[in-house]
């Protein structure tokens, strides 16, 4: 058709441009996650089962309660119980990895947000784009760049679910009541004395829900990125669908299931000061009957 934009010869002109004058810094970049990724990865696969799922399960305890602690011990003996906790382990390497990396840059940026009016309205926008971007859509440039494998899913995992982390960190940040940064004013706190120790600690409910959406996020996320290559539980499921398996298919979406209810309370409770409270009170009605 005459006339016709040829906005994907722009981009194909623009991705070989990268290609041909950044590959050393792409490889350089590449390096840093896999050797980030496969750390985790192989520290969460080199721990026998039953160490990491107690270690999962003491910390769901301590965190949220005796109940859950039970379910989470539960639900780790049915991944494994059903042959998944290799695929289960990596995928939790995975988010893991994703998610750190997403707020070593998630952060910073909605500090920097919080502070900066134009950064706000130019970083809105941005991540109004990533947003609403398809999640697939982000599996074209990171295979373009990367290739196949870990890095690539990890990179597009890390795209995909930084905006909440840079969303409620600069939200958690503006809400900082002003009378309590006027206060650290009026005592000389210096900008950064300001920042550690009245504004974050106060953003810190706000921080802690965005560390949980962002994991969520990345958890979705990791098992789309398995049509690259990324592994971990989402090669199961897409081993299922390319089979018409039912039972693997299950299985599979069963544990992503378990893993992301055990991970979603987890880091809820870390944004909640009822959690310790919950534990500690449990302990109190321990006591009498230790007595006894």
């Not at 500090?111 to 859509?137: H, S, Y």
């Not at 000389?188 to 974050?200: D, E, M, N, S, T």
């Amino acid at each position: 058709m005459d006339g016709k934009i040829g906005i994907g010869v722009w981009a194909e002109r623009l991705v070989t441009f990268i290609l041909d004058h950044f590959q050393p810094s792409l490889d350089a970049i590449a390096a840093v996650v896999d050797g980030f990724g496969g750390g985790i990865d192989a520290a969460l696969l080199g721990m026998p089962a039953w160490v990491l799922g107690g270690v999962i399960a003491a910390l769901a305890f301590w965190r949220v309660g005796v109940g859950f602690g039970v379910f989470t011990l539960g639900s780790l003996g049915l991944i494994y119980g059903m042959g998944l906790w290799e695929p289960t382990a990596s995928t939790l390497g995975l988010v893991l990895s994703s998610t750190l990396l997403s707020l070593l840059v998630g952060v910073p940026l909605g500090i920097w947000m919080a502070g900066n009016r134009i950064a706000e309205q130019v970083g809105k926008t941005l991540l109004d784009f990533m947003q609403t971007m398809p999640a697939f859509v982000y599996l074209i440039p990171a295979v373009m760049f990367f290739g196949l494998g870990r890095v690539p899913g990890i990179i597009a995992t890390v795209i995909f679910a930084m905006p909440p982390a840079v969303r409620l960190t600069m939200l958690g940040i503006q809400q900082v009541p002003g009378e309590l940064v006027e206060a650290g004013r009026a005592f000389g706190c210096h900008p950064h004395q300001l920042l550690f120790k009245v504004q974050l600690p106060n953003a810190m409910p706000s921080i802690m829900a965005g560390v949980n959406q962002t994991m969520m996020m990345a958890l979705s996320m990791i098992v789309v990125a398995s049509m690259i290559g990324a592994g971990g539980l989402g090669n199961v499921v897409l081993q299922g669908i390319q089979r018409l398996d039912i039972g693997l298919g299950f299985e599979s979406g069963l544990s992503v299931v378990l893993l992301a209810i055990v991970l979603d309370r987890i880091t809820q409770s870390f944004g909640s000061v009822k959690a310790p409270a919950r534990r500690f009170a449990f302990l109190t009605r321990l006591r009498p009957a230790a007595a006894r």
